[in-house]
């Protein structure tokens, strides 16, 4: 008889055959939308062959692509590199130095 063990990974991440996360969201969605885009082709009368050929190629870069981001990045790195890029590289402040002293003077007084 088989035993199935009920909530075995409580806490982890998503994973299937390795992709964790939002990886595993960009490949179905991907998958997906080529999908239809070749069914919709594939109505619209384009010859079958380059409907397969067409199918194949961008479904296959698109799992190299993933499979490659998920190594690279790891399980949140699209997320911190997102944040990076928002994250601004330097502080701009256009006061002069004497206006920062004479308010931590005022402050100190006090």
Known sequence: MNTYYINK???RTVEFKGLKAQYLFIFAG???GILVFIMIMYMAGVNT???LLLGGTTSGLLIWKT???NRKYGEHGLMKLGAK?????????????????KSNVKNAAS
Do not use: A, N, V
């Open 9 to 11: 990974g409580i806490g």
């Open 30 to 32: 991907g998958l997906l």
């Open 49 to 51: 062959y380059i409907c």
């Open 67 to 69: 499979f490659s981001l």
């Open 85 to 101: 890029k928002k994250h601004p590289q330097y502080i701009i402040s256009r006061k002069s130095i004497y206006r920062y002293l």
